[in-house]
């Protein structure tokens, strides 16, 4: 199993996606930014230094939104998603191909990877409907 780590990065009412590159696994789904946590880090440390190599931000990491297990065909990944915000820096598309902010209500209107599918329908129960419910 893979140790994932991801931020959930709110500005107001809205949530930070970020768009996988076209030449990676899964291309052009969207995604919480983070990244493999490497040996000797702690899921924190990891989740800074992945907002550093793929935004050039300072991330304040928080608690522990979420975790989820997902079975991709290449891997199994255990995603944990922290609350965070920005400390320092604006968002730079060093990695992905597309950085967007949207609201809850927005979130049907995005294709995103299958592991963060349950973090989406907890978002939106905790923050807000979807706009077709």
């Known amino acids: 199993m893979t140790e994932v780590v991801a931020a959930l990065i709110w500005q107001g009412e809205n949530f930070m996606i970020c768009q996988r590159p076209a030449h990676k696994a899964r291309g052009l789904l969207w995604e919480f930014v983070g990244g493999k946590v490497e040996a000797g880090e702690t899921k924190k440390q990891a989740l800074i230094r992945e907002c550093r190599e793929e935004l050039a931000i300072t991330l304040a990491v928080g608690d522990v939104f979420m975790e989820v297990i997902h079975e991709y065909p290449d891997l199994t990944v255990h995603l944990t998603l922290f609350n965070s915000t920005i400390s320092e820096g604006e968002p730079q598309m060093l990695e992905h191909n597309d950085?967007?902010?949207?609201?809850?209500?927005?979130?049907?209107?995005?294709?995103?990877?299958?592991?963060?599918?349950?973090?989406l329908k907890e978002i939106i129960k905790r923050y807000g409907q979807r706009k077709d419910l």
């Open 99 to 119: 950085i967007k902010w949207i609201t809850p209500a927005e979130i049907d209107n995005y294709d995103f990877c299958p592991a963060d599918v349950e973090i």
